[in-house]
């Protein structure tokens, strides 16, 4: 049997920290730069025909595809997909990619992602602390820019089984998320807001995340970028939910929304 000291968990706890210090470091010096590139590249009226940067330090290095949700929480299904509630278009899970250098991809986030299985593995029992709790806050906020940066690089196309939308479907799925608002600068605002919520190192709005409990063991997901994410877990039988801006008085508060969300995404 094969135990594991407290000085490697402190060692491993020191290399996941200077990962999380890594990424707000690059998005505080370079995140404006980022946030141009990422909001301009494939709009049509300004569109960006540079080499691709990575979308956390800038670097036009070594440029490799990063899977906007791990592997691991769509046990590596090639069909499971997720749908946009802009344009109700599908993209599988495994073909939803964003760029990143070889350094960000496999020296910051891959130690990150493995960090967070081993910390949902521990869920179902319950056997978390605050650190873990803030780490999977931590996660969840390079999830959700994750996410928007993928919206930005993406076309409209068309809306559901239409056909081609020749006057929208040039424009970048998360420019017209905010159509209705005649605004689609807020693309732009919102990736800038999911960076900083990344460079803030403190997490304290505990009550904002929460870890509920599920009948079986199955993946979901849903979101609306900038105000909350939904993730059930196929290996526990356990899912977390997280309010990006939103505290509350009590628990009970913060779970009574979430499962109202729930229940109204769950009938949509």
């Keep these: 049997m094969i135990f594991t000291s407290d000085t ?9 920290d200077s990962n999380f210090t890594q990424l707000r470091v690059n998005l505080r010096k370079y995140g404006i730069e980022i946030a141009e590139d990422v909001f301009h590249r494939f709009h049509p009226a300004t569109k960006n025909t540079g080499n691709e940067i990575c979308v956390f330090c800038n670097s036009t290095l070594k440029i ?3 899977h906007v949700l791990p592997k691991w929480v769509f046990e590596k299904n090639v069909e499971s997909s997720l749908i946009s509630s802009v344009n109700k278009q599908t993209q599988t899970y495994n073909k939803a990619v964003i760029p990143a250098c070889a350094i960000c991809n496999n020296s910051i986030l891959a130690p990150i992602e493995k960090h ?7 869920l179902e029992k319950h056997n978390y602390d605050r650190e873990d709790l803030s780490n999977l806050i931590r996660w969840l906020e390079i999830l959700d820019y994750k996410l928007q940066v993928f919206d930005c690089r993406r076309l409209y196309i068309k809306h559901g089984k239409g056909k081609y939308d020749s006057t929208w479907g040039i424009l970048p799925v998360g420019h017209l998320r905010h159509f209705v608002d005649l605004n689609p600068l807020k693309a732009y605002d919102f990736i800038r807001s999911s960076q900083r919520r990344i460079t803030v190192k403190k997490k304290t709005v505990f009550n904002s995340l929460l870890v509920l ?3 079986y063991a199955h993946f979901n997901f849903f979101t609306q970028p900038n105000k909350y994410i939904f993730i059930s877990f196929p290996m526990q039988k356990t899912a977390i939910f997280y309010f990006f801006r939103k505290e509350f008085e009590t628990d009970s508060e913060a779970y009574e929304e979430a499962l109202y969300i729930i229940e109204q995404v769950s009938k949509s």
């Design 64 to 66: 490799t595809k990063e």
């Design 116 to 122: 967070i299985y081993k910390i949902v593995l521990n």
């Design 8 to 16: 490697q968990i402190y060692k491993r706890m020191q290399k996941i």
């Design 213 to 215: 409990d599920t009948l």
